[in-house]
């Protein structure tokens, strides 16, 4: 039978007016629908104050999280312009409902910005189910109104209304997020406050005062950090042993500012921070690599002047020379270039050269003047070379020996495909639930991989029992692209065998945990399968109800049934409760976890490195006492397991 020719032509083009591509397209303005973009629209306006103040306008900035879950941002800079633009409305009502508009393209306005888009604004305006904004400027208060980024304040020959007098100047933006947008509208405290800190650390002139009144009681935080980036480094290890004390220097090339604070101390691991114009570049960039570049190559010339390398000694690696070390580097550029409006990445060539050599230049200055410090940093480099090798060594022994294959006791049920794109893999609690998950899969893409209860707690064990832990082995081999954690660092995610890894655990306290340790495996030993989105947490069904007339219903949590019983008052039903993966048949298991049409799962994303890294080692490691009072402050925030 002949297919029926489709009609393509001119009637088939679409054009998206105004600010619909936004609420059409989220996801490419904001990053994604998730708490993660929600936060973001908090960050976007609250660019835009820090922008005021880089311009000179501006030394304080208000975030309030309301009762009724919207967000108030205020700063006292100069105030959105009010006049008539050309076209034929006010300024300010074309800076939120015209998508790259707004004054970071006039170089006169705005020298260095963390919003170059021109979208941030209207990007929160299409995104919040009400927009209000009040601006003081010329003696007057003007005030304008939205709706899902739709005008509806009156214009008075086309100009705002003006509400009042006023000899101050600033702006004032309410938003309420929109919840046919986001999957959910609750603003995450610790989120924005770990952000507003920082950007206080990276403006030292700046305060910034947060509130949120959502609670019973007012949490109220200000945030003034005098000594800028040197307090960051500083607050970073306040729970860390040092090596050398804090070392800040700042510097300028060809109009690119640059400043870094950089500290070691007594840890195997490196951490730096890399911002542009204030924005946090979470994977880094060209101001990244100019700085690390450039310190190694003077460690290495350091090392061989003094004599500590021989001639036949091979060059300290970029890692060995970073052990330990904990670095903030700030650049404010004019002319910046990032992958994606979420600016993780930042990308211009004329920012690593303007790193490097304002880095050279002053750290050499710096370790002439104080050759005990070098000789600190030096030891550092010498003490993780010497734990390199032999890490090396016990790599080659413990792991290059075993092939990827199923496993010897058969517990790796692998997927026929070898097309990685399509292939996943499920780790599973218990030989019960591994034995139903074997069963309910599509044996062409989905592999199985069952785990004896709960596996090592590598936040507290040493990298050789890691590397000697058989499922923590069978794990790394599976996956087929090694591990970042220690000094050789030979991870290469170009080789994962799997484009999504699943933790399937029971949905109770126990399977919590084991997701937790699994968690914590893969941000130490393989974060990038983290920030590169191939890990997720299956969702098992916490119940299923089976009412009298009617189909069954899958409920996944507490909250659900409470729905479900508010709905059914007078309903008759019968509830069942899985106590685990175990208790489902494969039917049941197939349509509920593994069925890509039907299945829910969560991925697993990182907005905040510093704040992750932080948290991991509180609820992890060894010291009690912080984590309790961590557990304690937050626990209404828990869910609780009946």
Request: glycine share 8%; net charge negative; aromatic share 8%.
């Amino acid at each position: 039978m002949a297919r029926k020719k489709e009609i393509y032509d001119e009637n088939n083009i679409s054009v998206l007016e105004g600010l619909e591509p936004v609420r059409v397209r989220p996801g490419m303005y904001i990053g994604s629908t998730s708490r993660k973009g929600l936060n973001h629209l908090i960050y976007e306006i609250v660019d835009n104050s820090v922008d005021e103040h880089l311009a000179g306008y501006c030394d304080t900035i208000d975030v309030t999280l309301e009762k009724d879950g919207s967000c108030t941002v205020s700063d006292n800079g100069r105030g959105i312009p009010v006049g008539n633009h050309k076209f034929g409305i006010p300024a300010e009502r074309v800076v939120l409902t015209t998508l790259h508009a707004g004054g970071k393209f006039d170089n006169n306005a705005y020298k260095t910005s963390g919003g170059l888009h021109g979208v941030g604004s209207s990007v929160v305006n299409a995104l919040s189910s009400h927009m209000e904004v009040w601006i003081e400027t010329g003696g007057f208060i003007y005030h304008d109104e939205f709706e899902r980024g739709k005008p509806i304040q009156p214009l008075i020959m086309n100009m705002l209304p003006e509400i009042g007098t006023t000899d101050k100047t600033g702006t004032r933006i309410n938003f309420l997020p929109d919840p046919l947008i986001f999957e959910n509208t609750y603003f995450k405290e610790d989120d924005i406050e770990s952000r507003l800190h920082e950007t206080a650390y990276l403006n030292p002139d700046l305060t910034i005062n947060f509130r949120d009144l959502r609670g019973e009681e007012e949490k109220k935080f200000i945030f003034h950090e005098p000594d800028g980036i040197s307090g960051f480094v500083r607050d970073i290890n306040k729970n860390a042993e040092a090596v050398t004390p804090v070392i800040s220097f700042d510097g300028k090339l060809d109009n690119i500012a640059v400043s870094c604070a950089f500290q070691y101390v007594n840890e195997f691991h490196e951490n730096i921070l890399g911002f542009c114009n204030n924005i946090y570049n979470a994977e880094g960039g060209t101001h990244i690599t100019g700085f690390k570049t450039i310190f190694t190559t003077i460690i290495n010339s350091y090392s061989r002047q003094l004599g500590i390398l021989k001639e036949k000694d091979a060059n300290f690696t970029g890692a060995d020379v970073r052990n330990g070390l904990t670095a903030v580097i700030s650049i404010k550029h004019h002319d910046p270039r990032f992958e994606g409006q979420t600016k993780t990445k930042l990308d211009n060539p004329d920012a690593a050269k303007a790193v490097s050599k304002v880095t050279g230049d002053e750290i050499q200055l710096f370790f002439d003047r104080n050759p005990d410090v070098l000789k600190s940093v030096i030891e550092c480099a010498q003490k993780a070379a010497k734990i390199r090798k032999s890490e090396e060594r016990a790599k080659t022994n413990l792991l290059t020996k075993q092939k990827f294959s199923f496993d010897q006791n058969g517990k790796l049920a692998n997927c026929v495909s070898h097309d990685a794109s399509k292939c996943e893999i499920f780790i599973v609690e218990g030989d019960s639930a591994g034995g139903s998950a074997k069963m309910a899969r599509d044996r062409m893409f989905q592999a199985i991989m069952p785990i004896r209860g709960k596996i090592l707690n590598v936040e507290k064990a040493s990298i050789d029992k890691v590397l000697k832990n058989d499922e923590i082995k069978t794990m790394i081999n599976a996956f087929g692209c090694g591990f970042s954690e220690g000094y050789g660092n030979d991870f290469d995610i170009k080789k994962l065998r799997y484009d999504k890894i699943i933790i399937m655990a029971d949905a109770d306290v126990d399977g919590s945990h084991i997701a937790t340790l699994l968690l914590t495996l893969f941000y130490r030993f393989m974060p990038e399968l983290i920030y590169e989105g191939h890990i997720y947490i299956a969702m098992p069904p916490l119940y299923k109800v089976m009412p009298q007339r009617g189909e069954g219903q899958y409920l996944y949590d507490d909250e659900a049934l409470l729905k479900y019983r508010k709905a059914h008052p007078n309903g008759k039903f019968t509830l069942q409760r899985y106590k685990g993966l175990g208790e489902m048949d494969p039917d049941q298991l197939w349509e509920t976890t593994l069925n890509p049409k039907t299945r829910m799962m969560r991925r697993i994303e990182i907005e905040d490195g510093r704040m992750a890294s932080d948290v991991t080692e509180l609820l992890m490691g060894n010291d009690v006492k912080p984590r309790r009072e961590f557990i304690h402050d937050r626990a209404k925030e828990a869910s609780i397991d009946a």
